[in-house]
Every structure is written in C-alpha cells, then in structure tokens.
C-alpha cells in the first residue's frame, strides 16, 4: 500500500516509499492533527487515536506545521515507522489552518473509502470508543453533517454542557459552541469547506463551520463523545478571545448572508419560535416566529413538559418567551387584514413594559387602526379581550406564586397588573368580533393552572445535570437576534426563498392627501408588477381605507407610538434633522421594525432618515420620493427636498414627481443617476369606459351658470382666501357662479376664524371632504372648472383628475402645475403673485368664461384628450427599470411584469430626465418657471 514514512528532519518536502500494491490505503476515518511546538503532549494524542476501538480501519495523520523543535519530528517520525496507519506529513509554516487544509487534502486524495474527519490538536486527547460511537451516529442521522462534543477540560478543569438541540441562531450569532475536535463528514470537505489560512490569530474553527452552515450543512452534540481538550494559562484561544471583537468583524463581513435578518429570523422560527400561541378553542398550542409560516404545533400535554423542562435545564430545552391567548379565529382575522404581524410585534414591545397586554377588536368600516393604551385611573377594561399576551417571565412569576387573586383580576374592570390594551380597528364581521366558548381570560388562567397542577413540576429545584451551563437560557435566544441586529423587537416576517421583491412604503399619516394617493398608486403599481408591498405608517396609527385599495398591500404595520414626524437636535440649511445617535431617532425600535424590506420608499418622513444609512449597509435600498418644495410664512423656499440635500448620501435614488423638481435637485448636488422622473397621473383608477359614460353629459352645451369647484384643504396653501375674496367680489358684481367648496375647514385666527361661517355669509355652503373615488367623480363630472390659487404645490393629482372628466383646471402657475396645464389649450394658469393680482386674475378668467362658453368647451375636450395618456403604470417605468437592474433575479419570478423594454429586448438604461437626463418626448418642454422658487 501507499505509506508516507519519516521525512528528514527540517526537510520541507514530503517523501512516499511504495509497499506492495499500488492501491489505496484504506481508512474509514482519517484523524488529523496538526502539531507545532507540542513536541512532548503529541504522545498523548497519537496514542488516544491509536487505541480506538472500532471495527473499521482509522487513518492518524500527523501535520507538523514547520515545528522547529526536533522532538517533534522524532516522535512523529517514530510513530509512522512503528505503525502502518500513521502518516507523517511536513510542511512549511503556514498556521494552524494551513496545517489541517493539507491534512484534509491528504486524506481526500489517499483514502478511497474514506467517509469522515476527526480533527484532533496535538495537545487534547479522545477516549477508545470516540470513532466508533461518533460513526455510527453520523450513520444513523443522515440530516447530521458532522458532530461535536460537550467540553470536558483538564488541566484548568471544567465540565461544559454543550448537549442542547444543535441552533445555527446560537452558532452564528453567541459563539463558537462546535470545538474543532469534532468529526465531519466527507460531504462537507467535498463541498470546499476548508479553514481560513489567513486568520492566524484564532476562530478559524468558528469560521469553518460558518461556511458549512451557509452551504446547507449541519451539526449536532453527541453527549457522550469522549473527547478531553486541555485548556492551559496561556493559550491560544485566550489571545482570540483578546482580539475577539476584530475577528468577528472579518467573519460579519465575510458571511454576511448569515448575519443578515433574513437568515437569522428563518432560524429561529425553525429552532427557537419567539411566539407560543394558545387556542382557546382547543388543546393545541402552536411555536412560531412567523404566524403564517408552516410552524410547529404541540399537543398541551407535550408544552406543558416542555415549561418545566425548560426550568429545569434552560440551556438545553427552552419555550417561546411570548405568549399569546387568541382562537385561531381571531389571529386569521387580523391575517386577512395584513395587522397579524404588526399585532404580534407591538404585543412584544408592550410585554416588556407591562404585566399582560390585552387585545380586541372594534368595527370600523372606514379604516383600519391601531389605538394603544395603558390601563390607569382614568380607564377600565370595559370590554372582554379576545386575546392576551405576556412574556415568558410574567408566566414563571405566576406559577410560582402560591395565590392566583393577583392573575384573577384580569376578569375585572380594573385588573391589578400593569396592563397595555391594544385596540385593533378595522372593517370586522359579526364573527370577527364573537368570542369563544372559552375566553381568553379564562383560558390564560386555565394554562396557568395546568402548569401549577403538573407532576413535572417536582424536582425542578435540582440540576440533574453535572456538567456546568454554558449557553445562555433557550428561551432568550431572541436577545441574542437583537442585539446581533442591533433592533427591537424585529418584526417576525419571513422573506420567502427566492421571493417577490419586498417593498416597503413610509407614511408619515394614511389619510386621503397627494402625498398617501401617490404611494398608494405606487402601491398598486408595484403589486401588479409581482413584489411584496408593505405599508409602515409612522405617525398617527390609522390607515383611512380606499375601497380601490383594498388587497394592494401585504401588510399594514403601524408604530403606534410617540414619534416625531419633524424636528431634531441637529441642523441643515435652516431645517431640524435627526442623527442616528440621537435619541429620538429611536434607531433599533425603527430598524426592527423596517426589518426583512428589500426596498424602502420613503413618502416625506423626515426623522426616519436618520437610520437609512444603517438599512443601507444591511442590504436594502433606499429611494426617496420628493413631491413638494414648501414655503415659509416668509414665502422663503423649504421642506422635503432640503431633506433630500441633506441625506442624499444614503439614497440608491431620488424620484420626483416633476422635470423641474429633479433639475432643482440636480443643480444643488443629487448625481443624475440617482434622479428619477415620474409624472403623476390621477389618484384613483378609472376605467376608460367609465370616464366616456361620466363625461358623456358635458358633449351638449350646459344650461345655466358656471359650475366651479374647489375640492380639498381650506388652508393658506391653497389659497382658500384668495378664492373666498373672488367669489365676494362676483357676487356684487352679479356674476352668476354655482359654488361649491368642498374639504375640511380649518381654523385660522388670521383669516378670522372658521372659513366655513366665513363661506356662508355670502351663501355659499363649505360641504365635508369627499374621499370615496365614486363621489369624487361625481363632484368633477358636475363641475365646469376646478379652481385651485395655490401659494405652492408639486404636481397636484387633482388637476389631472379633474382633466380626465373634462373638468378645466384652473390654478396658480406653481410648483410643477405649468407642467400638467398648458395655458389657454387644457386649463388656465395665473399669475403667481401676491393675493390682491392672484384674486383680480381669478375673477377676471371667470368672468371671461362667462362670456366666451365656446371656450369652455374646447379647454374641457383638450383637458380630458391630455388626460387619456397618462396613466400610474407608464410613469412607474422608471422604477420599474430600476428594480430590474437592482434585483434581475428576483424579477424573473414576477407574476406580470410590465417593464417596458427596448427593441433589442433589454431594458433601456437611458436616463430619464432633461439636460444630462433623457427628455421625455411624450411630456411637454420644460416650464421657465421653476418649482424650487
């Protein structure tokens, strides 16, 4: 057979002598061990791997790294002419990685039947039965990759208990709990798994394992291993853990995939769920981090043996540390409303501040919501929850507690636990909002009773276990995701494997203005496109409902919580901002909410600028979506674009909504490749067959006085004064005008008061706000014009939906409006002045229509011809592009895509927007007026 003898010593090339047959030697397991400067304790381990008593042949591999002391040599050399199954290998110095790549490279290429590793150091030691227990449970676990032992130290004695359930969560993101000294299958080394030669200073071991992890391998603890390491003073592993920190930064970088939330939260949904959800319905309780993910579910009897083997040993067997009472009834109602998620995540963020947190459902046709409160003096649970929840710790103080009349009060108005209530609002059946045969209260109770009544209960005071605890409990294996993340609580979704892009839209409020029609249109156009579309609002915990929106996003997540939507400590150009650092960033708190998006699109929130640079460097994109330039009381330009200068940095791109907001930008920094131009088109979706039935009537000349219409908010923007001075002025000229003023009313003490009893000394009704897209149509179908004397504006929607149904605008020259408007051909534009020239043009141009109806009519047909060509799904080609260029992969996979593409089949890379952009030859040419004015 082919042997390797005895190389001379300090010789650096390796010498084979040929023995008989010129086959391969034959060895079921090659053990390795590396040596260098253990020239004495190497006898130890030669002799521990020669002992074995198996019935397959064992290799003992002996790589002495460039040992500069000779004993070493000798001893190695004596071995391998003494034994038939010892090879000698030398090398030069490379490091204790190096050394053990060449032994693995040997044993591949020498052993023909060879199916595993045992690394053994040249100054630990295994016992007789190691090999042969080890293979056979390698053998007889085929989802096991490799295997490593429980600590058992001399020396420096110590007993380690590593026998918990193998956690790649724990593996990644605690320490290294597999020792070197483990047994590997050839599957992994076949897979390339090999040590880092270029970390030299300790955790190369660490980092072995992380490449078998991320290529699908898995460990497992053998208790009963018999392997002894020999821990010293002065040891190599004590200068690591010195340089500890700088070595976990080269393995974060190089495995980011396994340290990103994704991987983590996967992990611990399949090894340590965060949630243990009670069904007050039944007997079953059910394990997850994601509630909609296939999960594990446990008969009660089986959980109930679980909790008081957890209190027993917490390092090896653990249970959720939140839990939740709830029918599955209930929990699949809020799934269908997409709050499930968002529900469990605040339920998580209350159980840390309080004793329970109650649950329950109120109707609500109109919206969708979220009220959170504390219990106090001055409110009562008046209602019975249809869920509860607390933390693993409130549940061990119960049972713990020899009297229950604390925990019963939960039944009373006034409970004495520190309560949170979650009000969860939304468009809920009869039988959303039935209980149960069993309530919530009362099956809590009942859980907390099993558990005291349990004969598990008895002995848990004693550690049956010898061997000292080294990990931490496993049931707070969830601080260890955050503090890898740096968030919480993170938000318990899933990423599917090879998914849809997930997208994530910020709202600062979900209410009814430009800004939300925008994101919603987006929304749509997204969700049409195949991605996964999430909506986050930050501000108040209300998402007003659109019935054209209904099924657009996946989930609705609210922060429901005190977080400034402007403002900070720090400044920019006149403009309050937030830093990272700063406290009211509340920077983990909002990163593990956010968490698992690939895409963030930020709708004009201010403060979450603050923690994009960190979502950035953790993988997601960021684009920021630009609307407006605001004026000050002084007429002086500010608001979101400053924003943008100000963090443009941390963007992956801009998208404005006009030609001359991106151009501002472009000329106060923003590179142009970040720019994307897309022009808005109407807030609401309507059928073309639909809009031919509405505009129908305005085909015949209209009987009577002008209609004239203002829709939207009766405030100093939208220069609701102006119109209220022209409408004075041609009422005592005797113009005949039909009015209607529709929004909501708005106090101001400078206008002297309320503009509604303003509007009705001169006869004219201010009607509520009008949301729903039918009656919306109805208003612009009924009306002539549609009057907005704006002091600035972006690119008003309102302008192109008024356009569609034949309505003529009629608006200040602002902002981007001269981009929607061509003056005298689709609508009419006014001066942007002071009030006094702004009101005089007003109620010229309505005086004008009055006498020239010919003119009213060609404006409607041009209006409503401009309209037909603008549409959600052209203007988003450009994100669209983007998203492709971003994520070609994952866009494959999508249901419809709608990405336009060139005649070559490519997508188009050109730029999008004037001058060093594209110009766009279907848009009309750029305005001299400026919308950063």
């Not at 660490?206 to 018999?226: D, H, M, T």
């Not at 003073?233 to 970088?253: F, K, P, Q, V, W």
Request: hydrophobic content about 40%.
């Amino acid at each position: 057979m082919l042997r390797q003898t005895a190389a001379g010593q300090g010789h650096p090339n390796v010498r084979y002598a040929q023995f008989g047959s010129s086959e391969k030697p034959s060895a079921t397991i090659a053990i390795l061990i590396p040596v260098f400067k253990h020239s004495v304790l190497l006898t130890e381990a030669i002799d521990s791997a020669l002992t074995q008593e198996a019935p397959f042949n064992i290799a003992v591999v002996i790589v002495d790294d460039g040992c500069p002391f000779p004993e070493t040599a000798q001893v190695a050399q004596a071995y391998a002419l003494a034994h038939d199954n010892v090879y000698y290998l030398r090398k030069p110095n490379g490091g204790l990685s190096s050394a053990r790549n060449y032994g693995i490279d040997f044993a591949l290429r020498t052993f023909a039947d060879l199916e595993a590793v045992y690394f053994l150091d040249a100054d630990n030691r295994i016992t007789p039965t190691a090999m042969r227990v080890l293979l056979e449970y390698l053998r007889a676990n085929k989802g096991i990759d490799w295997i490593y032992p429980n600590i058992d130290k001399f020396g420096i004695e110590w007993n380690g208990n590593y026998t918990a359930q193998y956690s790649r969560l724990l593996h990644v993101t605690f320490d290294n709990i597999c020792e070197a000294g483990s047994l590997v299958s050839k599957a992994i080394l076949d897979a390339d798994v090999r040590f880092d030669e270029t970390m030299k200073s300790g955790f190369e071991d660490w980092e072995f394992w992380l490449q078998a992890i991320s290529k699908g391998f898995k460990g497992a603890n053998y208790p009963f291993f018999g392997f002894e390491y020999r821990q010293r003073a002065e040891s190599m592993l004590r200068d690591s853990n010195r340089t500890r920190e700088s070595i976990l930064g080269y393995i974060r970088t190089k495995h980011k995939k396994l340290f990103s939330a994704d991987t983590l939260l996967r992990w611990e949904h399949e090894e340590t769920p965060r949630y243990l959800a009670f069904g007050t319905d039944s007997y079953l309780v059910d394990l997850f981090t994601d509630p909609v993910v296939s999960h594990d579910r446990r008969g009660f009897e089986e959980f109930v043996k679980m909790f008081w083997a957890a209190r027993a040993e917490p390092e090896t067997f653990g249970v959720p540390p939140f839990w939740l009472w709830m029918s599955p009834a209930h929990r699949d109602a809020l799934k269908d409303f997409g709050l499930l998620h968002n529900v469990l995540w605040l339920g998580e963020r209350l159980s840390q501040t309080h004793h329970f947190v109650a649950i329950r459902f109120e109707s609500d046709r109109d919206k969708l919501g979220v009220e959170v409160a504390t219990l106090g003096d001055d409110r009562e649970l008046n209602k019975k929850p249809l869920g509860w929840m607390c933390s693993l710790g409130i549940i061990q103080q119960c049972v713990e507690d020899k009297s229950d009349d604390w925990v019963r009060t939960l039944g009373k108005a006034k409970p004495s636990p520190k309560i949170a209530e979650i009000v969860v609002s939304g468009p809920f059946s009869a039988d959303d909002m039935q209980g149960t045969a069993l309530s919530s209260t009362n099956s809590l109770l009942a859980t907390l009773g099993a558990l005291r009544d349990s004969g598990y209960r008895s002995g848990t005071d004693k550690r049956w276990i010898w061997r000292s605890a080294y990990f931490p409990d496993r049931s707070k294996y969830y601080e260890l995701l955050r503090h890898s993340l740096g968030a919480a609580p993170l938000m318990p979704r899933l990423a599917q494997e090879n998914g849809p892009i997930r997208v994530g839209l910020l709202l600062p409020i979900a209410s009814f203005g430009g800004v939300e029609k925008v994101a919603y249109a987006t929304a749509r156009v997204l969700k049409s496109a195949g991605c996964e579309v999430h909506l986050y609002v930050f501000g108040k915990p209300v998402y007003n409902r659109i019935p054209d929106n209904d099924g657009i996003f996946d989930s609705i997540n609210f922060l429901a919580d005190d977080y400034p939507l402007w403002g900070g400590p720090n400044t920019f150009s006149g403009h309050d901002i937030l830093m990272g650092h700063d406290a009211d960033a509340r920077s983990e708190e909002v990163i593990g909410f956010l968490s698992g998006l690939d895409v963030i699109i930020n709708n004009q929130l201010a403060p979450a600028n603050a923690i994009f640079g960190e979502l950035r460097r953790r993988g997601a994109k960021i684009v920021n979506y630009v609307h407006v330039l605001d004026a000050s009381e002084s007429g002086r330009p500010a608001g979101h674009p400053y924003l943008t200068l100000a963090y443009e940095h941390i963007y992956d791109s801009v998208l404005t909504c006009s030609r001359d907001m991106a151009e501002w930008l472009h000329g106060m920094g923003v590179p142009s490749a970040k720019l994307l131009h897309i022009p808005n088109a109407a807030g609401y979706p309507l059928a073309p067959e639909e809009v031919k039935r509405l505009t129908a009537g305005r085909t015949g000349e209209r009987d009577g006085a002008v209609r004239a219409l203002f829709l939207g908010r009766l405030d100093r923007q939208k220069g609701i004064e102006r119109i209220f001075a022209a409408a004075r002025t041609l009422k005592r000229r005797g113009v005949e005008i039909d009015w209607r003023v529709v929004g909501s009313d708005i106090m101001d003490a400078g206008a002297g008061g309320s503009w509604k009893d303003r509007f009705a000394e001169i006869g004219i009704r201010v009607e509520p706000p009008v949301y729903d897209s039918r009656h919306l149509s109805k208003l612009l179908t009924w009306a002539d014009v549609f009057i907005l004397p704006s002091r600035w504006e972006g690119a008003p929607l309102a302008i192109i939906e008024a356009q569609r149904l034949g309505c003529v605008p009629i608006a200040t020259d602002v902002g981007a409006v001269s981009e929607l408007i061509d003056h005298k051909v689709d609508g009419l534009l006014l001066r942007s002045s002071d009030d006094g020239v702004v009101t005089h043009d007003l109620t010229a141009v309505l005086e004008g229509i009055i006498k020239s109806p010919g003119l009213l009519q060609k404006l409607s047909k041009q209006a409503a011809a401009r309209s037909t060509d603008r549409s959600w799904d052209k203007s988003l080609q450009p994100l669209l592009r983007q998203l492709h260029t971003w994520f070609p992969d994952r866009l494959q996979s999508i249901r419809r895509t709608k990405v336009i593409k060139s005649q070559a089949g490519k997508l188009s890379d050109a730029p999008l927007v004037r001058g060093a952009y594209r110009k766009d030859p279907e848009m009309p040419p750029l305005n001299r007026h400026s919308s950063a004015r």
